[in-house]
């Protein structure tokens, strides 16, 4: 347990009102075509500028790379051949068979998410393709149940917000990066410069630069009652926006009829409250190991650790002061 999450959820843990249910996102990377309308979608309502001069990566299509501080959805791009897919699917069995993801019948009731087009009756099978395959994921800040970037801020610059939700708020930032080395996931980072024109056009930085910066769950956007830019923009609804239970709900369903279709690859990444970091406001369906998506297996909040440090820092110190003591004492004699 990190410092500011309990058991009663993150936004009820840092002082919200319990009642109001959290907010998320469901990624299911199964039915994403790599369009990069999210990625575009957020850098627009966000006013964040290009990363580079938009030359592929080399390494394949995409040109982005990353997550960091102007791009806070990222759409990795992973091609994989015939045996890589048989060794993902061979893993998901293993999962399957350990009893995880946990999958079962979905309970009635709505989502709560608004959808970005009406694709209820839209056949949303992934193309098996055995030979070969582009894995295409969205990923985003996790939005994490115990959160080191939240926990480490020495100034505050970092709030939980009533949907549990992880800010930065950019004025009251003072650029120490304390936050950047606590996110297990890499996501969170500083700004080198915060124009919105591209590095070859910069005159005057503006006052964002310095400052940490990462996805809001566009809390500007979900004050007025809208969803965010990028679940709104998803053409396919490989991004779902909505109640955290529920969504992961969706999930499980989703993954359990993916198995059915004889995709045991699929599996969910964030749904698991007992992980390093008490589950995530993000959840993903993946299609393979996280690492093969650049997702740590195992994140861990880096605050878990923090009573026994303190307990065993107490406990040097006392046997010090103990040593000392003896010290002075013997020397009088
Ligand atoms: S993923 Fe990183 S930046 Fe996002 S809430 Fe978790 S610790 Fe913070
Ligand atoms: S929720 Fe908003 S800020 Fe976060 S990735 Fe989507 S568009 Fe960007
Ligand atoms: S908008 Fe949807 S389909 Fe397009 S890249 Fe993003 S997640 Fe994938």
Known sequence: MSLLA????????????????????????????????????????????????????????????????????HVAFVEQGRERIEEARESGRRLVSLGMPGIGPKPSGPRGAVPAGDLSSTDRTPPDTPEFRWLMSSDVCKHCTNAGCLDVCPTGAIFRSEFGSVVVQEDVCN???????????????????????????????????????????????????????????????SITFGETEELVEDARERVADLHRRGMTEARLYGANPRDGVGGTGSVFLLLDEPEVYGLPPDPQVPTKALPQLYLRTGLAAAGMAAVAALSFLGARR
């Not at 998320?24 to 964040?48: L, M, R, Y």
């Not at 080395?181 to 969170?188: E, K, L, M, N």
């Not at 915060?194 to 979900?222: F, I, M, N, Q």
Request: aromatic content about 6%; charged content about 25%; hydrophobic content about 25%.
């Open 6 to 73: 309990g058991p009663d959820g993150p936004a009820a843990s840092s002082g919200w009102s319990a009642e109001g249910p959290r907010k998320g996102f469901f990624t299911d990377t199964s039915i994403c075509i790599g369009c990069k309308a999210c990625e575009v979608a957020c850098k627009e309502w966000n006013h964040n500028p290009v990363d580079g001069p938009m030359e592929i990566l080399g390494s394949s299509y995409d040109n982005t790379g990353e997550l960091g501080a102007n791009t806070w959805r």
């Open 175 to 237: 650029g120490c990066g304390t936050c950047v080395s606590a996110c297990p996931f890499g996501v969170i980072q500083r700004r080198d410069d915060g124009t919105v024109s591209p590095h070859d056009e910069r005159e005057a930085p503006d006052e964002r630069r310095g400052t940490a910066s990462k996805c809001t769950l566009c809390y500007d956007r979900l004050v007025d009652g809208e969803q965010p830019a990028c679940s709104a923009t998803c053409p396919t609804q």
